[in-house]
């Protein structure tokens, strides 16, 4: 079983940065994939970037691109989003996720392991 842990959530003025980080711990060999979503306040939970392992590629929502930064530290089981040029429509809940074997994909359904989310408010 893995477990994920979210942390560096918190209140950012619009403009700013934030950098949120994601450990892993337990088996984590078979990863593939490792996400970052966002669900804002009476909306469904959203892709915000991905990382896949095999490829090395990465994926990042329109809303994003440019601004946000995802990256791995796989000798350490760290995921890292730096978030940059926040606005007030980046606020939300941020869950890290991983993936075993498959590709990124915008489809929740498709990630194994979840952490429990970091909040991340962007306000003047």
């Known amino acids: 079983q893995l477990q994920l842990v979210e942390s560096g959530g918190g209140l950012v003025q619009p403009g700013g940065s934030l950098r949120l980080s994601c450990t892993a711990s337990?088996?984590?060999?078979?990863?593939?994939?490792f996400a970052w979503f966002r669900q804002a306040p009476g909306k469904e939970r959203r892709l915000v970037s991905c990382?896949?392992?095999?490829?090395?590629?990465?994926d990042y929502a329109d809303s994003v691109k440019d601004r946000f930064t995802i990256s791995v530290d796989n000798a350490n089981n760290m995921l890292y989003l730096q978030m940059d040029s926040l606005k007030p429509e980046d606020t939300g809940v941020y869950y890290c996720?991983?993936?075993?074997?498959?590709?990124?994909?915008?489809?929740?359904?498709?990630?194994?392991?979840w952490g429990q989310g970091t909040q991340v408010t962007v306000s003047s």
């Open positions: 996720a991983t993936r075993r074997w498959g590709l990124c994909t915008s489809n929740t359904n498709a990630f194994n392991s």
């Open positions: 990382f896949t392992v095999n490829t090395g590629t990465t």
């Open positions: 337990g088996f984590t060999s078979n990863v593939n994939a």
